[in-house]
């Protein structure tokens, strides 16, 4: 018999692959649009972790541990791109094999699995549900998810062990949570490029944005602090002392409260917005870790994770109302839009808890990947698909417009150049208003908005290599799905390539021979 030496809890058998990841088990914890990470050790009255270690080295030995054992996982199949999809769905990053589940709030199914980064934890989604966000711990990266198709359209370099994701109302900036940098990057969403970084407390985990985006709250595990960022200049303007270990962090759907879960002494602390102090204290379950607020701000989730339970606070009282036993070692835990269901991550099972919020009991458990933790739900709209076109043209001008942005990148004039010429058409019709960014070998020329005729233009330098491909993109929006063209030169032939279908790569479309541009 083997006593886990970090809680106690378990007695494992030495046979076993369960109880043996449970032993490097580890507090990975995350919750819809909120990443936290729970303690794995149970502390005394006293501030001692126990046994000379702390709350770092134990992270330290489940990292140690998971790269040891990362090449005997077996990954899941991963499935062909889904089509463009209508409803509710819920995104469970899968720590242990680099995926995420695809649930269908509608069957409870798994219907899709994204690989993603290494080791994926946190999970966010907009209130569009246009995009899933997931922080890969291992990776120093975030997955891009395109909601509509399940596909991963991007990839973030971020700070050190990037762990909580959220999302501003807007949907225009990401906030992630770097555990090993002490800090909290800051991600533009059209671009998907790192704007700023932020430093915050020892140990950030949790990230919540209160519903008119102008505050973002991040619980910082080794100093038992929250940080209060105001989103207009990121930069840090409160620093909240609450309970011990603080991972979990919920803000209400009206932004007056925030409720953060404690994962050393069993509790929810409960912040005042207007004068960010802690003005309630409500012990929960054992070893407390995410904590989602239902929609109409009425209720609160804890995942309780040595307890396999889950407390239910009634916000007006700030009081236990009720407990649910859900599956082994919850973690993670968000509620649909419409508040009717909730879902929770169960880290031992590799399953998720599906609880009806009218009765509070589970009615549903469905299997997922390898130890999930993060978990989002969003209603996703099927949106209208659009496609580019682009064609090349000679410039006899003298170069005028945007061709300025391209002396920048390349370093060459627009004079006897090129100009690209984009179109970009939604079921026949041309979209106006749109941005498209222009591109060659990763390099950005320069981004023009369509006019009537759905058409953005961008010059480009002369001095290219006879062997190019110039790219435009359109991002998409709420109602418009991306789209993407390229058009390449080949030794004097050229062609425009259709749009990507799939790992298989592009097909060449004959294109007409170039003309000089009218002026």
């Known amino acids: 018999m083997i006593e886990d030496a970090l809680t106690g809890r378990w007695s494992p058998s030495s046979s076993g692959a369960r109880d043996a990841r449970r032993f490097r088990g580890l507090q990975e914890v995350f919750m819809s649009g909120i990443a936290v990470w729970g303690a794995p050790e149970r502390r005394g009255a006293g501030r001692s972790c126990g046994g000379g270690g702390s709350w770092w080295v134990v992270v330290r030995a489940w990292v140690a541990g998971l790269a040891v054992l990362a090449g005997l996982a077996v990954p899941l ?11 509710t769905f819920a995104y469970v990053a899968n720590s242990a094999d680099d995926t995420v589940s695809v649930i269908d709030a509608a069957t409870n199914t798994v219907i899709d699995t994204i690989t993603v980064g290494d080791e994926p934890i946190g999970v966010a989604v907009p209130p569009n549900g246009s995009r899933v966000y997931v922080a890969n711990f291992a990776a ?51 671009t998907n490029t790192v704007i700023d970084t932020i430093t915050v407390g020892d140990g950030p985990i949790g990230v919540a944005v209160t519903p008119n985006g102008s505050r973002v709250y991040v619980t910082n595990v080794n100093d038992d602090t929250v940080s209060v960022i105001d989103t207009g200049t990121n930069t840090v303007i409160d620093t909240i002392t609450v309970g011990g270990e603080p991972v979990g962090v919920a803000v209400t759907p009206n932004g007056t409260r925030v409720y953060v879960a404690n994962v050393a002494d069993d509790t929810v602390s409960v912040i005042d917005t207007a004068t960010n102090t802690v003005i309630d204290t409500i012990t929960v379950g054992d070893n407390p870790q995410l904590l989602v607020v239902t929609p109409d701000g009425s209720r609160v989730y804890v995942t309780n994770r040595f307890d396999d339970t889950v407390s239910v606070i009634d916000t007006a009282t700030n009081t236990v109302i009720d407990t649910i036993t859900v599956g082994g070692e919850p973690v ?72 300025k942005d391209v002396v920048d990148a390349l370093g060459d004039g627009g004079r006897n150049g090129l100009i690209l010429k984009a179109k970009l058409t939604a079921e026949g019709e041309p979209l106006e208003g749109r941005s498209i960014e222009f591109t060659t070998d990763s390099v950005a020329l320069c981004t023009d908005t369509t006019d009537s005729r759905g058409k953005a233009t961008c010059k480009v330098p002369r001095k290219q290599d006879n062997e190019t491909c110039y790219t435009a993109t359109f991002a998409g929006d709420d109602t418009y799905e991306p789209s993407t063209v390229t058009f390449c030169r080949f030794n004097g032939m050229s062609g425009q390539l259709s749009e990507l279908a799939g790992p298989e790569g592009l097909s060449a479309i004959p294109s007409p021979a170039l003309s000089p541009a009218r002026t």
């Open 77 to 87: 199949a991963v499935a062909t791109p889904a089509a463009a999809q209508n409803g």
């Open 140 to 190: 120093d990266t975030v997955s891009v998810i395109d909601a509509a198709t399940n596909t991963v359209i991007d990839t973030v370099t971020v700070g050190n062990e990037p762990i909580g994701v959220a999302v501003t109302p807007n949907g225009s900036r990401v906030y992630v949570t770097n555990l090993a940098a002490d800090t909290v990057s800051v991600i533009d969403a059209a």
């Open 332 to 403: 993670a835990v968000a509620v649909t839009p419409n508040g009717t269901r909730v879902y929770v991550t169960n880290f031992a099972d590799d399953t998720v808890s599906v609880i009806d919020t009218a009765t509070n009991t589970v009615i549903d458990t469905i299997p997922v990947g390898d130890e999930p933790l993060g978990v989002a739900t969003a209603f996703v709209e099927e949106r209208i698909p659009t496609k580019l076109k682009l064609k090349l043209e000679k410039n006899k001008g003298k170069g005028k417009g945007n061709g």
